[in-house]
């Protein structure tokens, strides 16, 4: 089956879609990466998103608008997706959508919204969709999040040591070998938001490093930013841009009660990212760290987390076939064929739910939606990634 992976993650940027031939073998899931393709949000769908994120106030029309425009973009970058990489032959679209509010409570996941209307998807490509993957594991009483952990659990296992997978969007997730699966707090959100707010919003973040290179840490605003209390929080657990928004940012900068260069700023949250991140690994005793997302393209923020953790090499995803810049849409690809095959997509372990789930709502395409009988002894056991 061709299943291309819609993924559009907190920093909102692009739709990334990665197209793969995905099949069942027994007890192992087969992927072989066809590729990937990019579709840029138009200026005015990221400011319109953009100024709807939490904390800003937002009406019911400009939910509508976005939900519709959203779901345009992510449909064009399907139709890429099937023209350039599955020679028009794709089979199914999973569609993460682009999520705008995760609603926790202390340590509960109470709701999520993402917008991206699949029947746009479905419309312009004549392939059935399945969206909407996360509310589900919440109604089971899950985080919602990561929902990478059983894709990136199959990926690893038979793996020697104790091997870790990373991602590092605007927030990080970490997933254990045992399915242990959680959010360890801002990837690059708060790096972005002082790259743009001290550019007077020129910058979308800091490219390269570069701005992280020039400053130096200030320990005390890393000390303040420390204290934060999620951090210490066991997991399972999941945060978002409802906490590490600009306006945080603001606040702690006001209470570290000293004015500071852009650089050092910046030069601070990239130290944040990688010492949360590196007590992260620590805690689950990881041998190795497989890492992949937009944070592992600058290179101050990889050395910083390289230098915290001494001992545990970590490597891009690559090295295990599956592109860093790619993984999280590939993993919805896999989301999406296990929906299709009536197969769960979570376990309790990666997000604290009552029970595993099938995940999804599914929109019909030309031919109606390709359901497959639910496979035999509860799935598969092992992710092997195929040469491309």
């Known amino acids: 089956m061709r299943v291309i992976g819609l993924m559009s993650g907190t920093s909102y940027d692009a739709v990334d879609a990665a197209a793969a031939e995905i099949r069942l073998d027994g007890d192992v899931l087969r992927l072989r990466p066809l590729g990937m393709v990019s579709e840029r949000y138009p200026e005015e769908v990221r400011e319109l998103l953009a100024g709807a994120l939490p904390p800003s106030a937002v009406t019911l029309a400009e939910v509508c608008r976005l939900d519709t425009r959203i779901g345009q973009v992510f449909a064009a970058a399907a139709v890429h ?38 029947a746009w998807i479905a419309e312009a490509t004549g392939l059935p969709v399945v969206a909407d993957f996360r509310p589900r594991d919440i109604a089971a009483g899950g985080q919602g999040a990561p929902l990478v952990g059983l894709v990136d659990t199959l990926w690893l296992r038979g793996r020697p040591g104790t091997p870790v997978a990373l991602n590092v969007g605007g927030i990080a997730n970490l997933t254990a070998p045992d399915g242990t699966a959680f959010d360890t707090g801002p990837g690059c959100a708060l790096i972005d938001a002082a ?48 906490l590490f928004h600009p306006g945080y940012l603001r606040d702690a900068l006001a209470g570290a009660g000293a004015t500071l260069p852009a650089q050092d700023v910046i030069a601070t949250l990239t130290a944040l990212t990688a010492r949360t991140v590196a007590d992260a690994v620590r805690a689950v005793g990881a041998t190795e760290v497989l890492a992949s997302g937009g944070g592992t393209r600058n290179p101050v923020l990889t050395a910083m987390l390289a230098d915290a953790l001494p001992g545990v090499p970590v490597r891009p995803s690559d090295a295990l076939g599956l592109p860093s810049a790619a993984k999280e849409a590939y993993a919805f690809a896999v989301l999406g064929h296990l929906t299709v095959h009536g197969l769960p997509g979570t376990t ?41």
């Not at 032959?89 to 999520?112: C, F, K, M």
């Not at 020039?214 to 929080?233: I, N, Q």
């Open 81 to 118: 997706a099937d023209r350039e990489l599955c020679g028009g032959r794709a089979d199914l679209v999973a569609s993460h959508g682009q999520t705008v509010y995760h609603w926790t409570d202390g340590t509960r996941a109470r709701g999520t919204l993402q917008l991206g209307q699949p």
């Open 195 to 242: 790259a743009r707010g001290f550019s007077g919003g020129r910058l979308e973040y800091d490219a390269e490093g570069r701005l992280a290179a020039a400053g130096r840490v200030h320990s005390g605003l890393l000390d303040l930013l420390l204290t934060e209390p999620y951090y210490a929080a066991p997991p399972p657990k999941t945060t978002g841009k409802e």
């Open 348 to 388: 309790p372990a990666g997000t604290g739910a009552r029970h595993p789930s099938v995940l999804g709502s599914v929109t019909p395409g030309a031919r109606g939606f390709p359901y497959r009988a639910p496979v035999a002894g509860g799935g598969p056991r092992r992710l092997v990634v195929e040469p491309a």
